[in-house]
């Protein structure tokens, strides 16, 4: 809840608030001049020391608000593979044909790259398949086969059954947050938030990736044995050479922030997804905007998310003015780190004319619209002619 500060020299304003219930109980225009001379002098000594609009220093000024809704999502884009060259965890049909077989004969058999790319074909064996097109994956099936000895002119067809995707998590402030399907080979962050509809009114510009640490395949498993290998072999008292360490696998979760506002406009950002990453949208909900005083319709009222509020705004959320006559704003701000808020004084009139005074508003703020002796006296003078006309009497003013 926001914190509204009290007034800063309480007992003079309690003073002049008793002789403003004073003045409105005159019946006389003695009186009324007489209590008039008392209150005016103590109201203007309501205000305490406050920092002018015109003079804050930076520090105290409202944080820019970044709009995730413009940002412009094709710079998280990055190099995508094909979508139909044949990558690992793919399940792609073959058929060979020797031309000797009767058409009940022909049937295609599904095979499944492995993670290092090799598809183990019935007879044939092993071929290195990946990042080849279907295609190009025929001709190489074929060839294998003739150089092993296994038919003279096959006819090879290779399709593809299933592309491998990655299932990328997708919380926060999306239209459709989620489990989302990536085709393996195009699972960026861009991918990911289109997928998800990308994003809601509420977004924010930082986005967290959360990795979770896995094990090695067999394939890496393989590769970290055979540079151990080379390792011990190369790091033997004969040899004046060190080889480098093999990589690791991390042994904990990995996170990554990402701020759209700051993504470089150059569109080469490399964000890629793995399999199981979960993505983090920041919801923003900030505090209210709380506006007091001489309105009409005083109040909270909700913080917009991604554009600016300033204090005129802030007037017109509250219906504006209750007295023609107001014009002095005070703003109370909460400030990180800070144990006392700092109090900002601005003006209707000035924030009319300028920009600097018509002050960029943060949330959780506290607007005012003060009591100054202006006020007062019409207030003063409002009340004075209800009651007389309730009255039904007649008090000549000269």
């Known amino acids: 809840m926001p914190i509204i500060p009290a007034p800063l020299q309480p007992t003079t304003c309690a003073r002049a608030d008793q002789s ?17 001379g008392i209150v005016l002098p103590l109201f203007s000594g309501c205000a305490g020391r406050v920092i002018r609009a015109s003079r804050l220093h930076p520090r105290y000024q409202a944080a820019t608000i970044d709009n995730a809704k413009i940002a412009d999502l094709g710079r998280l884009s990055a190099p995508a593979s094909r979508s139909d060259l044949i990558e690992p965890q793919d399940v792609i049909d073959v058929l060979i044909a020797s031309g000797i077989e009767t058409p009940g004969q022909l049937q295609s058999h599904p095979v499944r790259i492995s993670d290092d790319g090799i598809a183990t074909i019935a007879l044939v064996g092993e071929v290195d398949l990946a990042g080849l097109e279907p295609f190009a994956a025929e001709k190489k099936i074929a060839e294998a086969a003739v150089e092993r000895g296994l038919y003279r002119t096959p006819q090879v067809t290779v399709t593809m059954r299933k592309k491998a995707t990655n299932q990328v998590t997708v919380i926060g402030a999306v239209e459709k ?6 085709p393996r080979g195009n699972s960026t962050l861009l991918s990911a938030l289109v997928t998800a509809g990308t994003l809601n009114k509420d977004a924010g510009t930082k986005i967290e990736i959360r990795r979770h640490p896995r094990s ?19 790091n033997s008292p004969e040899s004046d050479e060190t080889l480098d360490e093999p990589a690791e696998f991390p042994a904990v979760a990995e996170t990554f ?23 983090r949208v920041e919801t923003r909900d900030p505090p209210p905007l709380v506006v007091i005083g001489l309105v009409n319709k005083p109040g909270q009222f909700p ?7 300033r204090v005129l705004d802030a007037l017109a959320l509250a219906g504006e003015r209750s007295n023609s006559w107001a014009d ?5 701000r909460r400030i990180k780190n800070e144990s006392e808020p700092v109090v900002i004084s601005t003006s209707i009139r000035s924030a009319q004319r300028n920009e600097e005074s018509n002050l960029r508003l943060a949330p959780g703020d506290v607007v005012s619209v003060e009591q100054t002796p202006q006020t007062v006296s019409l207030d003063i003078f409002k ?6 006309v309730i009255a039904g009497g007649s008090i000549p003013l000269f």
């Open 216 to 234: 090695p395949t067999l394939a890496e498993k393989s590769r970290i044995a055979v540079q151990q290998t080379s390792s011990s072999v190369t």
């Open 383 to 388: 009340n004075f002619f209800r009651l007389n």
């Open 328 to 332: 002095r704003i005070v703003i109370t």
């Open 257 to 279: 922030r990402i701020d759209l506002a700051k993504v470089s406009p150059d569109g080469e950002n490399d964000f890629q997804l793995q399999d199981g990453d979960i993505v």
């Open 303 to 309: 913080m917009p998310v991604n554009q600016q509020l």
């Open 20 to 36: 403003l219930r004073l003045l409105v109980g005159c019946r006389s225009r003695l009186h009324i001049f007489f209590v008039l």
């Open 177 to 182: 947050p989620g489990f989302q399907q990536l």
